[in-house]
Nanobody, 125 residues
């Protein structure tokens, strides 16, 4: 059974940093990718970043490029999202999600079959 467990959210002032973690378990091959998504109240779920387990390819939404960094520790089966220079508009529930297969689509929630429970990130101005 695939499980994704996020941690690391919290309250931070604008300009601050947070690191989110996504502990991944249950996959039997490397043909999957982990994506980070976020959803603010009244808004659609937005793809923020992603990383492929098989080749390490990465994706960033334009809104977070140069501020967020995704990485993975394959030995720990954990994916991280380092978020720097946070802005109030980054406030949302952040989810990690997994998609499988040899052709990976980043950033589109409907392609992702497995989801974590979400972690709240609040950035105060």
């Amino acid at each position: 059974e695939v499980q994704l467990v996020e941690s690391g959210g919290g309250l931070v002032q604008a300009g601050g940093s947070l690191r989110l973690s996504c502990a991944v378990s249950g996959f039997t091959s490397d043909d999957y990718a982990i994506g980070w998504f976020r959803q603010a109240p009244g808004k659609e779920r937005e793809g923020v970043s992603g990383i492929s387990r098989s080749d390490g390819g990465k994706y960033y939404a334009d809104s977070v490029k140069d501020r967020f960094t995704i990485s993975s520790d394959n030995a720990k089966n954990t994916v991280y999202l380092q978020m720097n220079d946070l802005k109030p508009e980054d406030t949302a529930v952040y989810y990690c999600a997994a998609t499988t297969g040899s052709f990976i689509v980043f950033g589109i929630a409907s392609y992702y079959d497995y989801w974590g429970q979400g972690t709240q990130v609040t950035v105060s101005s």
